[in-house]
């Protein structure tokens, strides 16, 4: 490219779907769906920020019949209706091309395709260097030395080259090998048995269609020929459809087309209101740089250093006279287990804080550390004063690694903050500062640098490391000021003090307690997997008929597709042809090879994840890992594990399976027992539905799953058979998470018309399950939330229809909430039981894991009949439902190797 000022368009449908259809299921804070939006969103921003246009533009379609239409009636008719979970994000998706300041451009009756054509040809004519944002290969036609494709997503550039190396052919040449191959997308017939290979070699051969077409006879076969004769006027049909028009009649603005800056005020209310947060601090890069900075409140602040006997008498004195105070801690590292403090602060005014420095670069002064935590230890550990922290649950685990216990009344801002706002994904610090108080705080890297060679907390300067420490005890404090009164007055401090608060304790508890793995037997695993992988790799390559990188996708796609012939179902976003998991599991039932494929896949991931990583996250100091678990990410209220995700150990094969056998107990005369709630998702649809037949299945202690085969296919549960099962258990758990006849269908590979079958069925045998989805939408329709069982909300907006089965996200979230949710609730509460009879059963026996709707606990093996007891009382008693509940509880010396234990 040369130094002519660059011009970028936009195929705004394009760029919407691709980022729809490649990015994972997000939602806003209130349900609504923003994968999409925040896909435009982030491309935009990178747009801006590393390639700097010129010239901007964005097409969308015009509208109304197109010209198309006229040359072929059936033109775009296997286009299917945009998905639902998309319509809602298009609004929001032009607002954000509306506050990134894009001109749009529409020609009625015609394609955004047409006008970006047009574009393009009068951007080069203007002396401009062109690239047109698309994935569509429509538009390679318009490729020359000053017009390129810009693929945004993979940051990749299609000139006449690279066009060359991927279809053989000059960009003159685009139109006339589309009119061979067809356009299955557009529903746009080429001449059958025309494919790529063929259509690049018949061009090299003849130079264009017009001359391919007047001698067919030149080409070798006869059924090529013959082809080519009965389908001339197909192929010259299809030329004049995928022609784009490149002469609309468009009057320019050329200095309206000129890029100028964004309206950050406008996109960052967007990013509130998608929780776009990580966006927000990236939106000054985009902004035009003279422009004045967004008015921020004035941030008042004193700190002091505590660095002498006599000031910390004082801070003692002074923390003492508190009901409460924020505390906050530095340490060596980001894991408190493998941490020492570095440092204290505390705070109970807004504006003041306090910074203790614990340890410190030589030449400045710290007090002696044991004198510190003997002056604090008392006061942490006094039930009269409230400690309030931000992730609290991280400072209790450092202060107990110093020998300092943290008791008593204890408030995180960070889950009073998720329990007014469960849909937002981050409740950080930062993120609380600037959203409640206007204020950025303190970046970490300001004080530790960026890169490898970042210095240790203990080896910042204390006055700097005040400022730092010392705002974070103060913001804290501030936000406690505003949020819990908050939490007062939506009613959530019940839930807050008696389900919430004593969770935190217990699970620094677990973390601090960690679970035991053999190392050895990991690696013994490793090892095994590694043998295995290679014979597979081998395989592969004898099967696939030539060795080839099976981590290549385009070789994978030439051995696939190519050269084995094997069906092309499905293509990604780009327009490639997809090699996806699922793809490869129905290309199974044609060939050996994607079969194979898939377990090499999932064996590799296997090694990757757990038998080469969990070895790495042993602590050294007693081979246990400790992982996280985290109360304020689940907008459904459950628990999550981080570092490493524990609850994802996997169970369905025998490869996972073996993974769980190297969790095991602390000695030889200890046991690992699980206790899992049965089937608490069904069992708590069971009592908001309060479905008689639901009700009395799990009354009788039945197999729901079976019972409700019976019921839907009209046979005796004894004459229920596997299959008959495995449907009924789809149904049930697909209820819940809103799944679709089209969804049912290909989970169980049946037809769309018997799935939609299964679930009318199912709604007409079970009709108090019908109506609990009514209400509970109705309810969300009307009130904008929707509460569990225990008054935890989730916001949902978003809800079109409170009666059918196909159901948009926020419909799926609003029952799925309710649900899971309340599940959660229980699961807590049982948690909370638990703990609080071991403690005082004065028993050795501890929780360590908890995996959703499962419980883990280490014992010595002559404590497990009492424990057995204790915990089924605790878990049956948790909550009063409308069916019982039912906890599985098995025994072992390692989390596979368990044997049940009978009622």
Request: hydrophobic letters at 40%.
């Amino acid at each position: 490219m040369s130094d002519r000022p660059k011009f970028y368009i936009l195929d705004a449908y394009s760029l919407i779907f691709q980022v729809f259809h490649a990015i994972p299921e997000m939602t806003s804070p209130s349900g609504q769906p923003t994968n999409a939006a925040f896909g435009v969103f982030r491309d935009l921003l990178n747009l801006f920020r590393d390639r700097k246009p010129a010239y901007l533009a964005a097409a969308f379609d015009g509208g109304g019949p197109v010209f198309r239409s006229e040359i072929f009636a059936e033109y775009k008719a296997n286009r299917s209706e945009m998905p639902q979970d998309l319509v809602p994000q298009i609004p929001v998706i032009k607002s954000i091309v509306e506050g990134f300041n894009v001109p749009v451009l529409t020609v009625p009756g015609m394609e955004a395709d047409d006008v970006i054509a047009t574009l393009a040809r009068r951007g080069e004519e203007r002396g401009l260097d062109v690239f047109v944002c698309t994935s569509d290969k429509d538009a390679r036609q318009l490729i020359t030395d000053h017009i390129k494709i810009l693929n945004l997503r993979k940051n990749a550039v299609m000139d006449a080259k690279a066009l060359e190396k991927d279809w053989g052919i000059r960009p003159d040449q685009v139109v006339d090998y589309l009119a061979l191959t067809g356009d299955s997308v557009d529903n746009v017939p080429g001449v059958p048995g025309v494919g790529p290979v063929l259509a690049s070699g018949y061009l090299k051969q003849f130079g264009d269609l017009e001359t391919l077409l007047a001698n067919p006879d030149q080409v070798k076969g006869p059924k090529k020929q013959q082809a080519l004769r009965e389908h001339a006027e197909t192929a010259r049909r299809a030329r004049r459809l995928v022609a784009l028009e490149e002469n609309l009649p468009l009057e320019l603005d050329w200095e309206a087309l000129r890029v100028s800056p964004p309206n950050v005020a406008a996109l960052k209310a967007i990013c509130v209101d998608c929780g776009f947060h990580r966006f927000v601090a990236e939106l000054g890069e985009s902004a035009e740089p003279d422009a004045p900075p967004t008015p921020r409140p004035e941030w008042v602040a004193h700190y002091s250093t505590i660095d002498t006997p006599e000031a910390f008498q004082t801070f003692l004195e002074e923390i003492r006279k508190q009901d409460r105070f924020s505390i906050d801690t530095e340490t060596t590292s980001v894991n408190p287990l493998l941490s020492s403090l570095v440092g204290i602060s505390a705070s109970w005014k807004a504006g003041e804080a306090y910074y203790i420095p614990l340890r410190a670069p030589i030449g400045f002064k710290i007090l002696d550390p044991e004198l510190v935590l003997d002056g604090l230890r008392p006061i942490l550990a006094d039930p009269k004063i409230e400690k309030v922290g931000q992730n609290v649950k991280y400072d209790m685990l450092a202060f107990g690694r110093a020998g300092v216990a943290v008791e008593g009344p204890i408030t995180d801002t960070m889950i009073l903050s998720y329990l007014l706002e469960s849909g937002e994904r981050n409740h950080s610090l930062d993120q609380l500062a600037d959203r409640l108080l206007g204020h950025e705080m303190i970046p970490i890297t300001d004080l530790i640098g960026k890169g490898r060679n970042q210095l240790r907390m203990d080896q910042v300067d204390v006055p700097r490391i005040t400022e730092y420490a010392a705002e974070d005890a103060d913001a804290t404090w501030r936000i406690f000021e505003i949020l819990a009164p908050r939490v007062h007055e939506e009613g959530l401090w019940d839930l807050y003090a008696d389900l919430e608060r004593p969770l935190i304790s217990i699970l620094a508890r677990m973390e601090e307690i960690g679970v035991k793995v053999d190392v050895a037997q990991l690696r013994q695993l490793s090892t095994e997997f590694a043998s295995r992988l290679a014979e597979m790799e081998e395989e592969i390559h004898r099967l696939a008929g030539r060795p080839f990188n099976i981590n290549s996708v385009p070789q994978l796609r030439q051995i696939l597709f190519e050269e084995l012939k094997l069906p092309k179902l499905q293509k990604t976003p780009g327009g490639e042809l997809s090699t996806a998991t699922e793809v490869l599991e129905e290309l199974a039932s044609k060939h050996p090879l994607p079969a194979l494929l898939v377990r090499h896949r999932q064996l590799t991931k296997l090694k990757g994840t757990y038998l080469d990583a969990l070895p790495e996250l042993v602590h050294p100091e007693d081979g246990r890992i400790h992982a996280s678990f985290n109360q304020g990410v689940a907008a459904t209220g459950r628990l999550s594990s981080s570092d490493p995700n524990l609850q994802n150990i996997p169970v369905r094969t025998e490869e996972g399976r073996q993974i769980r056998q190297a969790f095991i107990a602390e000695s030889p005369d200890w046991r690992l027992l699980t206790a899992d709630y049965s089937q608490i998702e069904l069992r708590v649809l069971a009592h908001y539905s309060e479905d008689p037949a639901l009700k009395r299945a799990f009354d009788a202690d039945h197999d729901i799953h079976r019972a409700v085969a019976a019921r839907i296919y009209g046979v005796p549960e004894e004459q229920v058979d596997e299959g008959m099962r495995r449907v009924a258990k789809t149904v049930n758990f697909g209820v819940i998470y809103g799944l679709s006849p089209f969804g049912l269908a290909s989970r169980l590979g049946i037809k769309q018309t018997e799935a939609a079958a299964f679930i009318e069925a199912y709604f007409q045998e079970y009709q108090g399950v019908d109506r609990f989805i009514t209400k509970t939408l109705e309810s969300a329709q009307a009130d904008g939330r929707v509460e569990t069982i225990l008054g935890r909300r989730r916001p949902i907006s978003g809800i079109k229809s409170t009666t059918g089965r196909n159901r948009n996200l926020a419909e799926r979230l609003a029952v799925n909430t309710v649900i899971q949710g309340s599940a959660a609730d229980l699961i807590k509460r049982a948690m909370i039981l638990v703990d609080g009879r071991l403690r005082e059963a004065g028993l050795s026996s501890r929780m360590i894991l908890q995996i959703h709707d499962e419980l883990v606990f280490e014992a010595p093996a002559d404590e497990i009949p009492v424990l057995t007891v204790l915990v089924r009382e605790a878990m049956t008693g948790a909550l009063k439902l409308a069916v019982p509940l039912k906890v599985d509880l098995a025994v072992g010396p390692n989390w596979l190797d368990v044997e049940p234990l009978d009622d």
